[in-house]
């Protein structure tokens, strides 16, 4: 089921090598951010920047967010240590050199990591950025109460100390080997003690530093209409001299993903247009207006279908639904969960919709191509999957085309996003479980309320008030431990955190569990990489989730911008301080 291609693969292949070269004290590649900002040729400063999210932002703290687009937009403003680049280097943001064995930043006995920072960072508001900030971010996203979405990356952590005021240490429970993972990349964003240390507790949604932050990045927010439009401005104190290279910068959101494309392929109105969910022969035709391309890379995302392990119809008596206490009626059958996936069509799908940008899938874990299952497959059977459906009990007794058992009709209520794409996909999916007896409700909510973290409202992915949904995440780390950590039973959405856990399933396996908690302490890379494609495995036999497409990240970028960088391992904005706009050379 190999995604990538072989540019990707050479890159996968040096992540082979991460924790063999932990073991033997070496380290990888550093890519530093420069200090020194000449532009390159041919380029000149801007104006202004103009981004098109279809997705609009509703949030701009990531630690609450659950959309890749509030990370997106918080990006801009926020920071982490470190993050990794295309080619699996590690590039430095607040951090000033790469732990290493030999300069003593990892501990031999892999119990601790230790990071020096840059001194002389300042936040936006002028205030100095210390050590103190990323012990502070710790103590907020590791609070209960917050309900942070980010703490899976944090679950091997047992204290973060700062040892001076440019020196942090990370202890660990026990021997990590994903030491890289706490503070890098866009779940690693360090937000400032001053801003926040009064909303770290059950009030921390009500922070107004979620709305208008203030970070250490190239630009700051001067204005913020949630849903709408974010307006950020050069951040004037920004560490890297002549940075960034625009003056303004202006996010509008919402709106669809197809007009996202023409604004950016073929009228040329915006110069960044992110995420485009677009049917492939739509967009081929817009690229051909030649005002802009499409930048198409693949990483670890997975268009998938989650199935409600819960009763999303039943409630609690606080309310609560889709809960553990009521199992849901059909779909904790196996045999019921195999059979839907038997009748889902992904070729169709993939042909249809994806084209180049995509690959029919049976892995839940994609990249690093290391850890990509060989022993899985898809099959689209509609004869298999009413023989386990007449096994399992489920017929039409009747005569209305819709199977039942004990009383319970088997209809299903599928939801998602708004976009073209995924709707289409939804009435192909829709086809195929009716062609076996299945009743089908589709739902498409507004991609800034699914995708927001507002645990008052039931429509988001987190409350998962319907029996299946279908949206797209992966492991956002070269190391895959947090992201599987999210099929653990503890990481079951539900009102008492926020429901800001991402095992949307509720699905919960005490076996899987298990191989979780060995692979977080394995330090043998060949073994760990084995548990995770076991834990992999157990995923697909169980059923848990149905994988669909391995989904390239589609971007629009404008002839006029240079400079984007894309990466799997961080938001596209992760680099937005080299985005610079090409002059115009005139006719030849």
Known sequence: MGILNKFRQGQIFT??????????????????????????????????????????????????????????????????????????????FLAAEEPTLKNGGIAKDGKSVTWKLKQGVKWSDGQPFTAADVVFTYKFLSNPAVGATTSANYEAVQSVEAIDDYTVKINFQSPN????????????????????????????REAPGNLIPIGTGPYKVGEFKPGDTIIYEANSVFREANKPFFKRVELKGGGD?????????????????????????????LEAAGKGKLKISFGSFLERITINHTDPNKQTKDGE???????????????????????????????????????????????PEIYNSPNTKYEFSPKKATDLLDEAGWKDTNG????????????????????????????????GLTSIG???????????????????????????????????TGSTNVDPGAYMKGFTCSEIPQKKN?????????????????????????????????????????????????????????????????????????????NIKDWQQVQSLGNR
């Open 15 to 92: 992540w082979s090598l991460l924790n063999i070269f932990f073991l033997a004290g070496c380290s990888f590649p550093q890519a530093e951010t420069p200090t020194n900002s000449t532009p390159v040729t041919n380029t000149s400063t801007g104006e202004t920047l103009r981004l098109l999210y279809w997705q609009a932002p509703t949030i701009l703290n990531p630690h609450l967010a659950q959309g890749t687009k509030d990370f997106e937009a918080s990006r801009i403003v926020y920071e982490p240590l470190a993050s990794h680049d295309k080619d699996g280097k590690l590039v430095l």
């Open 257 to 285: 993903a197809t007009s996202a494309a023409r604004a950016v392929l073929q009228t040329g109105d915006v110069d960044y247009a992110w995420n485009l969910q677009v049917e492939a022969p739509i967009l081929k035709q």
């Open 438 to 472: 299945v009743g089908v409700e589709l739902k498409s909510i507004d991609g800034s309320i699914f995708f927001s973290g507002d645990p008052s409202n039931p429509d988001t992915l987190g409350r998962f008030q319907a029996d299946l949904q279908m949206f797209s």
């Open 498 to 574: 926020n429901w800001s856990k991402s095992n949307h399933s509720r699905y919960c396996n005490p076996e899987y569990d298990k191989l979780w908690q060995q692979s977080n302490t394995e330090l043998n890379p060949e073994k760990r990489r084995l548990l995770f494609i076991q834990m992999n495995d157990l995923l697909f036999k169980d059923i848990a989730l149905i994988p669909l497409i391995a989904r390239a990240d589609v971007n629009g970028v404008s002839n006029r911008l240079v400079g984007v960088d894309l990466t799997p391992w961080d938001t596209d904005t992760w």
């Open 321 to 367: 639904r889709s809960s553990t206490e009521f199992p849901h009626p059909f779909f904790q059958d196996i045999k019921v969960r195999q059979a839907f996936n038997y009748a889902i069509d992904r070729d169709t799908i993939n042909q249809q919709l994806y084209g180049s940008s995509g690959r029919p899938a049976a892995n839940i874990l994609l990249a």
């Open 177 to 204: 080997p994903a030491w890289s993972l706490p503070f890098v990349g866009l779940n690693g964003m360090i937000i400032p003690r001053h801003i926040f240390e009064k909303f770290n507790g059950s009030n921390a």
């Open 400 to 431: 209305n085309g819709i199977r039942d058992k004990n009383g319970v009709e088997m209809n299903v209520l599928l939801q998602t996003s708004v976009n073209p794409v995924r709707q289409k996909t939804q009435e192909i999916i829709k086809q």
